[in-house]
């Protein structure tokens, strides 16, 4: 594939992710598909068991492309998402609090699926979440 046929395969992800149709995303992802989280590597189905769950905790998240870079079988995204906290997520029940952060994601290509991705996740979620104090706040 292309650099702009992985950048268009990217942008097409998010917008499946966005319209919840997530078993056409899913189509997406390499059997042998590995998601590196700050929480640990998760296989394809441990993904789509995580999927349920952040999408229960976030219900009205919406995910925007606010960058995108490639080179090789490698596309970087910065990706905005903004949401409200309404359900249990990582242990910690729903806050009601708005959501508004921006995560750096890498994603490699091959045979047109997505067979490794890496989500660098922006503190301020916790943040917003009032598990760790805003910068400032003691």
Do not use: C
Not at 3 to 23: G, P, Q
Not at 55 to 67: G, H, L, Q, S, T
Not at 104 to 109: D, E, L, P, V, Y
């Amino acid at each position: 594939m292309s650099i702009e046929d992985n950048k268009a395969l990217v942008r097409r992800a998010y917008e499946l992710t966005n319209r919840r149709e997530l078993a056409t995303f899913f189509e997406l992802l390499a059997p042998e598909y590995v998601e590196h989280l700050p929480t640990g590597d998760k296989t394809r189905e441990q993904v789509k068991d995580y999927a349920d769950i952040f999408f229960n905790a976030f219900p009205d998240v919406r995910f925007k492309i606010v960058d995108m870079v490639a080179e090789g079988d490698k596309v970087a995204v910065l990706v905005n998402w903004r949401g409200t906290h309404k359900g249990v997520f990582m242990n910690i029940l729903p806050t009601g609090n708005n959501i508004d952060i921006t995560n750096a994601n890498m994603i490699k290509i091959a045979g047109e699926k997505w067979v490794e991705f890496w989500n660098i996740t922006d503190v301020r979620l916790m943040q917003q979440l009032g598990v760790i104090p805003q910068q400032g706040e003691r």
